[in-house]
């Protein structure tokens, strides 16, 4: 048994320091190379307007807009980061955390919370932004992410060397899924099959209020070895380590070089959901000690220290974040309650008999409703 514990943040990927300071990695930093001025802006400017909207979804929720909400605050950079790395043709299969990568991918923040209303399975074409759609059930998608995967690489898109055809999927999940079945059996597929796929772990060190030293006794990264994944660990709050680690994971799937296993070790700043109370399994020191190494700040402290990040940007910012706080909340509050057999839209791709038929009965049904007030 190796003693570094699930908890050590040794031999983390690091390329920014929690002060703001930039290193070199002799294996990583190439990947981060491309990463100008202007990209690390653009990370930043990302990073800030998805913590904006967060906290407007959680404002939505206090006061009754929203049946639930999941927030993704502490979590910026390993989603930007690893979302900035993405290409049109990579495929992405979320949970329901990764509101950062829905940014990245095009969808339009406010439909993600058709889902947390309670109105829609979800609201976004998967297809037009290469993003599938929530995934509540904990760790159900990484199967679905697997066989995806595969039947690209048997569609011939992987590893045929042109940049506009080759792509790979990434599957997101937390340290809590890394303890179900359905995570070790689509890592069993991804191995054998050497399918085309990242698994990317934010380890935020919570499983709702589980901690990750309740469910390992190593690093999670370490498991990949046990299915023959190469695995690697970043700083998951360092968005230019996790875009430099997530490039290079996708540019080895693509080129047909297998799965790989990314654990972003981060920190969940905020609650599990809404109907969670952390100070029942956190410490206020373990908050602070987190708080020193928020993402957004960090990067902040080095493009200011570059003279990179004047007022200007962050003005720019501020005036996104209110408008889309305000086009948010305004667009909640005008959704009605869609009728019931929307239920059956967007089930599968293409029409399919079994739910066609269950369509056809709901109707038979709620129309029963209707004859028995006719006769009464």
Known sequence: MDALGPLSDEGLVTLLTHTGERVEHPDFSAYAADLDPKALRAMWHHMTVLRGFDLEATSLQRQGELGLW????????????????LRPTDFVFPSYREHGVALMRGVDLPEILRLFRGLQHGAWDAA???????TLVIGAHSLHATGYAMAMDRDGLVGTGDPERDGAVVCYFGDGATSQGDVSEAMVFASVHHAPIVFFVQNNQFAISEPTTRQSRVPLAQRGAGFGIPAVRVDGNDVIASYAVTRWALEKARSGGGPVLIEAFTYRMGAHTTSDDPTKYRTRADEAYWAERDPIARLETYLRGLGELGDDAVEAARAEIKELGRRTRETVKSWERPPASTMFDHVYAEPHAT????????????GSFVDEEAHA
């Open 70 to 85: 999941v927030q993704s605050l502490g979590q910026e950079a390993a989603q930007i980061g690893s979302g900035h790395a």
């Open 128 to 134: 037009a932004h290469g993003f599938h759609l929530y």
């Open 355 to 366: 739910v066609e038929a269950e369509r056809a009965w709901f109707a038979r049904f709620q």
